[in-house]
């Protein structure tokens, strides 16, 4: 039996990424912006992995990475900035559309060949090669192939790495993407000596108390369809105001909605303006919430996307009943009905 069942479907581009590699000194690592775990995870892994072959790697974001992944040994080093824009190479990971890389990102100026590690459906066209397999948990595992395949010694700090790229993509190991080659991975990880209670503590029982208060008032937006299969929460800009957080704090509040017997699909509205909201969606089935937040704009995952709309949030659930009615043949009555 094959140690690792994806290994063979990774194996040709594998080599092709360490032949690239090798050829290139001075190596740009980059990642979708407001970096989740497996994008900071990923990036500082890549960082380890990359110097320890004596390459000078620069890792770059355009927005800060979140407090709870500041524990990862090599966080601090990740630039905002980039003065020097020859590279070698340009390492794009975790990012499904050049447009995820944030609207500050040098785009145009990066010349040299791009190459990108995903596991995300849809693989970038204009990339030198696609380290690609959209089977993985998160990048952090497809990471650790290629670190097996360039010989690089797995040490402590990567694993923490990968082990935070790994647990934040898959919700803990529940999501369907946990399979047997993450586990197996996962425990190569432990094997280092890593703490696990205290890596999770860091990244799930760190929240600063305004995150809390701010819960405490969004749940008392909670809406859910007459058919209970739709819910949605909200946080206006002065909920935020109130309890003195930034909308990057609302992070995992849409988990209540979705967690509600019944509930498919939820909606979490953040207010950026008088009337524009960023809504996310996450789905716990059947439902495509990619096919809604593309049918505004947006994008993301079969269980999970974004986009912004203008409107109130009555009038915005409205139009999304109305998406999901049409999408799915659905017959949630509108939102007056609402429980
Ligand atoms: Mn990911």
């Not at 040299?112 to 089977?135: E, I, M, Q, T």
Request: proline share 3%; net charge negative; charged share 20%.
């Amino acid at each position: 039996m094959p140690e690792f069942d994806r290994l063979s479907h990774l194996a040709p581009n594998l080599t092709k990424m360490v032949e690239l590699i090798g050829a290139s000194q001075r190596i740009l690592v980059t990642m979708h912006c407001r970096p989740d775990g497996d994008a900071a995870g990923s990036a500082i892994a890549m960082m380890h992995i990359l110097r320890t072959l004596h390459k000078d790697v620069v890792v770059f974001n355009v927005d800060p990475i979140p407090d709870n992944f500041s524990f990862l040994k090599g966080s601090g080093e990740i630039v905002h900035e980039l003065d020097d824009v020859e590279f070698d190479l340009c390492l794009i990971l975790d990012c499904a559309d050049p447009s995820l890389l944030g609207r500050k990102f040098p785009y145009d100026k990066i010349t040299c060949p791009r190459a990108f590690v995903d596991h995300h459906s849809v693989p970038w066209k204009d990339c030198c090669l696609n380290l690609h397999d959209d089977k993985a948990s998160a990048v952090g595992e497809i990471l650790f192939h290629l670190m097996n395949a360039l010989e690089v010694k797995l040490t402590r700090e990567i694993a923490e790495a990968l082990y935070t790229s790994i647990i934040t993509d898959t919700g803990s190991f529940r999501y369907t993407s946990t399979s047997a080659d993450s586990m197996r991975v996962s425990g190569y990880l432990l094997a280092t000596g890593i703490d696990v209670w205290n890596i999770c503590s860091h990244i799930y029982e760190d929240n600063p108390v305004e995150k809390i208060r701010l819960l405490g008032l969004v749940l008392q937006t909670l809406w859910v369809s007459r058919d209970g299969r739709l819910a949605s929460l909200h946080a206006n800009r002065q909920m935020l105001r109130k309890c003195h957080c930034s909308g990057a704090l609302t992070d995992g509040f849409i988990n209540y909605a979705r967690s509600i017997h019944g509930v498919e699909v939820s909606i979490f509205m953040t207010q950026l303006e008088d009337d524009l909201y960023r809504l996310s969606f996450r789905s716990r089935g059947e439902i495509d919430v990619s096919a809604i937040a593309s049918s505004f704009g947006g994008g993301g995952h079969h269980n999970a996307a974004a986009c912004t709309l203008r409107g109130s949030v009555e009038s915005i659930r409205g139009q999304v009943e109305r998406i999901l009615g049409e999408l799915y043949g659905l017959s949630i009555p509108d939102s007056e009905g609402g429980r």
